[in-house]
């Protein structure tokens, strides 16, 4: 299992590092959409469509942002759009996390589909403009959640459940503990510090996202990434409650070792179009 996550791995790293820092922002754009396609392909067969609707789930999504990218919105500050996103995830998030699994299986599969496939059309916006933006700014944001979640994976391992024996999501991911997300906010911090200052001492002509927060001041960067790091966290527990819906371990087997795509991305589902928004505020 070991060498299969690392062979995909480095497939992924072969196939992702020359569009992410090519100088042309098109070929990033073009991959990060069949990704995202891959991932509704996913997102319909979870939550129960038939394989030629999940099939024509993934090329509706894929159609939909080839829309916003002809339609011009890739270069658009949109701080409305982001603002909406943003509100519709925590508010959503809430009440599906808190009504758990049988809810969110009771609700329609049209309503179930509609969700995630506005979810994933947002996220590829996301990403192209950070990618528009430049490779610090984005590196920015994509460091952060593997940042907590690897940070929350070893605080989890090490105190989880010895500090506060009620779970995070018992009923939905048994193995998340508030130490673990305790964990992994530090460790954005600690990251988040790290970066300003190394912005500062490279000169970094395309600021990253923690250095734009820390220009509109030290307490916007602490609470920005105190959000950003909880609501990665809130992608990966609504992935999970939709898989354990379904019934199944993984989104599917598209990236052997890994899972599927979904698994790769939740955590960004969120955080991203979230990120964007931070953007545009401190900006304005």
């Known amino acids: 299992m070991l060498k299969q996550r690392v062979i995909t791995a480095l497939v992924l790293l072969a196939v992702l590092l020359p569009a992410l820092f090519a ?48 339609l011009g919105w890739v ?75 690897i940070a929350a994976y070893f605080a989890g391992h090490t105190w989880g459940s010895r ?40 000169g970094a002509t395309v600021p990253s996202l923690y250095t734009r927060l820390a220009q509109a001041g030290w307490p916007m960067l602490l609470l920005a990434c105190l959000f950003l790091a909880g609501m990665s966290v809130v992608g990966d527990l609504m992935e999970s409650l939709v898989k354990r819906s379904a019934g199944v371990k993984d989104s599917s087997r598209l990236l052997p070792g890994h899972g599927g795509v979904l698994d790769r991305v939740d955590a960004l589902l969120p955080t991203l179009p979230m990120a964007m928004m931070l953007q545009a505020w401190v900006g304005a």
């Open 163 to 202: 500090l506060i024996a009620r779970k995070l999501a018992a009923s939905i991911s048994p193995g998340k503990s508030w130490e673990g997300v305790m964990g992994g906010a530090v460790g954005v911090l600690l990251l988040a510090i790290a970066w300003v200052y190394a912005d500062g001492a490279l």
């Open 75 to 149: 270069q658009e500050s949109l701080p409305r759009v982001w603002l909406m996103g943003a509100a519709a995830w925590v508010l959503l998030s809430a009440w599906a996390l808190r009504a758990g699994v049988a809810a969110w299986a009771a609700h329609g599969k049209g309503v179930r589909w509609l969700a995630g496939l506005v979810a994933l059309c947002l996220t590829w916006l996301a990403v192209a403009q950070a990618k528009l933006i430049g490779v610090n700014f984005l590196l920015s944001i994509l460091t952060l959640v593997w940042m907590a979640d």
């Open 23 to 70: 100088q042309a922002p098109e070929p990033f754009w073009a991959l990060t959409l069949v990704f995202m396609a891959a991932a509704a392909w996913e997102w319909a067969r979870l939550n129960g469509l038939s394989g030629a609707a999940s099939m024509g789930t993934g090329v509706l999504c894929s159609l939909l942002c080839v829309g916003l990218w002809a």
